[in-house]
């Protein structure tokens, strides 16, 4: 089992950054690929951005590539993601997933094109995030 630990979010204007942070406590090894989904009210959850932890492979959703950076801490277990120049349009409920269960391909690179909600066994509890015009 893997319990998730998001820290980070809130309020913030149009331009600002913000950082959310995820540690994975439990089983480890479902900690070599991680990533982070959004949701609003009415809508399918969304890949936004994820990390095989053991190589550096990353997936960044087009709306937030060049804007959005994940970065690891191997020795924490955690996972981060520092969102600049954030828009009103990136406002949701931020969820941390790990437990990818296409290993190989989150190590490839290979996102089929892009993770999906099913992909992952493991979710936090979410974060929100409010951006302001």
């Known amino acids: 089992q893997v319990q998730l630990v998001e820290s980070g979010g809130g309020s913030v204007q149009a331009g600002g950054s913000l950082r959310l942070s995820c540690t994975a406590y439990?089983?480890?090894?479902?900690?070599?690929?991680m990533g982070w989904f959004r949701q609003t009210p009415g809508k399918e959850r969304e890949g936004v951005a994820a990390l095989y932890t053991g190589g550096g492979n990353t997936y960044y959703d087009d709306s937030v590539k060049g804007r959005f950076t994940v970065s690891q801490d191997n020795a924490k277990n955690t996972l981060s993601v520092e969102m600049n120049s954030l828009k009103p349009e990136d406002s949701a409920m931020y969820y941390c997933a790990a437990g990818f269960r296409r290993l190989q391909d989150c190590a490839s690179g290979s996102w089929r094109p892009a993770p999906r909600e099913g992909d992952f066994r493991y979710w936090g509890q979410g974060t929100q995030v409010t951006v302001s015009s």
């Open positions: 439990g089983d480890t090894y479902s900690s070599f690929c």
